[in-house]
């Protein structure tokens, strides 16, 4: 954990600073800014990950793993907030890591919306579902997180720290309006989806966890994969 809290600490940094000056500027570079910031928070870990030495085999694995996250998204498009996409993310992190974790995460986002479509949300996106898999690499060791109750219920809280990270992008783009009142209506409107986020993420982990993590533990321990 500590060869990557200098990176998160900086990522972490740079989103605050994106929320306080996207929320602060009143002109209508606000955006933009806060696009800017957001990747800048992006880049220190995917620098980590650059610096650390993966085998082919392992890119393979972590391509597959993105892919199969972000294509798991096109069958439930109807249905809005219901995807598996954050139950791979967390068992893939669960087996692999954080950093493998993160990487899966932000990928996933960005490939799914070459279907879904690209935009200002795609970073926040990125970002959202890369510390969905960050948090889930670093608390896998956990006592708590070793059992299925407490697998899901990391599961379900991230249902709702996504959507409230994802209301944010929404928020800054009112920057006129911006008001308590705003911020309440917006996460009041959410709750229903950040609720059918989180109850999918239940039942995903629920159906996907016993068979994937023996899968994956199988190869990472057959090929010597990530460790």
């Known amino acids: 954990m500590a060869r990557i809290r200098l990176p998160v600490l900086i990522a972490l940094g740079l989103f605050v600073g994106a929320l306080a000056l996207s929320s602060a500027l009143k002109d209508r570079h606000y ?19 650059e610096r650390r030495k993966l085998e082919p085999r392992e890119l393979v694995l972590l391509a597959v793993l ?3 996250a972000a294509v798991s998204r096109i069958p439930f498009a109807a249905l ?15 087996v692999f890591g954080a950093e493998a974790g993160f990487l899966i995460g932000a990928v996933a986002a960005l490939v799914s919306n070459l279907y879904f479509g ?32 407490g697998l899901l219920l990391f599961g379900f809280v991230w249902g709702f720290l996504f ?3 994802m209301n944010i992008w929404h928020l800054i783009g009112l920057p006129d309006a911006f008001s308590l009142g705003l911020v309440a209506t917006v996460y009041g409107a959410s709750f229903y989806f950040d609720l059918a986020h989180a109850l999918s993420n239940v039942v995903f ?6 068979g994937w993590i023996k899968v994956l533990e199988r190869f990472r321990k057959k090929y010597g994969l990530l460790r």
């Open 80 to 94: 809005p907030s219901v995807k598996p996409v954050s139950a791979i993310v967390i068992l893939s992190a669960y």
């Open 205 to 210: 982990l629920s159906i996907l966890a016993g």
């Open 118 to 149: 690209q935009g200002p949300w795609t970073p926040w996106q990125m970002f959202a579902w890369g510390m969905v898999g960050l948090t889930a690499g670093w608390l896998r060791n956990t006592r708590w997180m070793r059992t299925r109750p």
């Open 163 to 165: 959507g409230w990270i």
């Open 66 to 68: 993105a892919a199969i």
């Open 31 to 49: 955006l933009l800014l806060s696009l800017v910031l957001l990747c800048a928070a992006l880049l220190p870990i995917f620098l980590r990950l």
